[in-house]
């Protein structure tokens, strides 16, 4: 979900400029068929306000970013890191706080397992409302 140019190349000065089209229906026909011959690359229709219209993605794609598999996939990798924080400071507290490195891993591993952790707990509680 980041901005892209027809392409699928990130946006720099060159090709900043957005595509015009006559009307809605050659839009979305452009992004139907760009979808389609590349799935990984989504498409947003515009108004002339700026407000989005119509967006057009790959459910397959976006679901594994930004679904409830992403969201399990998250709260797992967010024990693991929370394990392998109080696992590192264990460890260090277990040499008598000779290995500083231990503390200071455990500590930035419980900091990221649990940021990981909550944005997991999150993607999920708004999976099971939809």
Not at 85 to 94: F, Q, S, T, Y
Not at 105 to 127: C, M, S
């Amino acid at each position: 979900m980041s901005l892209r140019d027809a392409q699928g190349e990130y946006l720099s000065s060159g090709n900043d400029a957005p595509l015009i089209f006559e009307n809605f229906l050659s839009a979305e026909t452009y992004c139907r068929e760009k979808n389609a011959a590349t799935p990984s690359l989504g498409c947003r229709i515009y108004d002339h306000k700026g407000k989005v219209v119509q967006s057009f993605s790959n459910e397959a794609i976006y679901e594994r970013y930004h679904g409830q598999p992403a969201a399990r996939r998250s709260l797992w990798i967010g024990i693991a890191c929370l394990v392998a924080g109080i696992g590192g400071i264990a460890l260090d507290a277990w040499l008598g706080w000779r290995l500083i490195l231990g503390a200071l891993l455990g500590i930035r591993f419980l900091w990221a397992g649990t940021a990981t952790a909550i944005d997991g707990i999150v993607g999920l509680r708004a999976a099971r409302a939809k």
